[in-house]
């Protein structure tokens, strides 16, 4: 059974740093990988997909890398600022069932 | 092109009673998937929806139903409500595709109290 584990729960940072998320699952056979970032009581936003044959996809100051085989994957935002403040998702697709979540990292970013 | 919408928002219910939460899928998209999301978790996988058929279901009860209409928009029902189905639940909606592409846009979700 597949399980996505997220490390830290909680991360507090000044503005400015730059930080990383951390992401792991058990099960290396997935197909993709997506970053979700969610503000409390909200929906998801898609930050960044990586196909399993992908090492790593950018979006403006967030990278998020995957290392399939090890079962690990990396959120790197560049130059936190306090809009940045939400709960970021790691998520797994497996193949034939959807989303495998993990718990989330809730990120403040202090001004 | 319009997003993935769901009502309503927000929705008090009292243990025992039945709840129906609505979800418009994406334009263009013909599979709807439903998640709970329990405060402090992240989303438990439901059902999903593609074409009007059931195309998979997590680990929740019968209690737990759905329907997929001919637009592709998508009706989670849940019968005698628990205290442990208050939740934030979401719905998301994909198109098929090659199966690393395919990519799930989730609405703002409802968020079910029950009392």
């Known amino acids: 059974k597949q399980e996505v584990t997220q490390i830290p729960a909680a991360l507090s940072v000044p503005e400015g740093e730059n930080l990383v998320l951390n992401c792991s699952f058990t099960?290396?056979?997935?197909?993709?990988l997506q970053w979700f970032r969610q503000d409390p009581g909200k929906g998801l936003t898609s930050l960044l997909l990586?196909?399993?044959?992908?090492r790593e996809q950018t979006s403006g100051r967030l990278n998020a890398s995957l290392d399939k085989s090890s079962g690990r994957s990396t959120l790197y935002i560049a130059a936190s600022q306090p809009g940045d403040s939400a709960t970021y998702l790691c998520?797994?697709?497996?193949?034939?069932?959807?989303?495998?979540f993990g718990k989330g990292t809730r990120l403040s970013v202090i001004a | 092109e319009t997003g993935v919408t769901q009502s309503p928002t927000h929705l008090i219910k009292t243990r025992g009673q039945q709840v129906t939460l609505r979800c418009s899928s994406q334009?263009?998209?013909?599979?709807v998937s439903w998640y709970q999301q329990a405060l402090g978790q992240g989303p438990q996988f439901i059902f999903q929806?593609?074409?009007?058929?059931?195309?998979g279901r997590g680990n929740f009860p019968p209690r737990f139903s759905g329907l997929q209409f001919p637009n592709y928009s998508s009706e989670l029902n849940v019968n005698a409500l628990e205290l442990d189905d208050s939740a934030l639940y979401l719905c998301?909606?994909?198109?098929?595709?090659?199966?690393?592409?395919?990519?799930?846009?989730f609405g703002p979700g409802t968020r079910l109290t029950v009392t």
């Open positions: 929806y593609y074409r009007e058929e059931e195309n």
């Open positions: 334009s263009g998209h013909n599979t």
């Open positions: 099960d290396s056979a997935i197909y993709n």
């Open positions: 998520a797994v697709l497996p193949g034939n069932t959807p989303l495998v």
């Open positions: 990586i196909q399993s044959s992908q």
């Open positions: 998301a909606s994909s198109m098929p595709g090659l199966a690393g592409e395919v990519q799930q846009y």
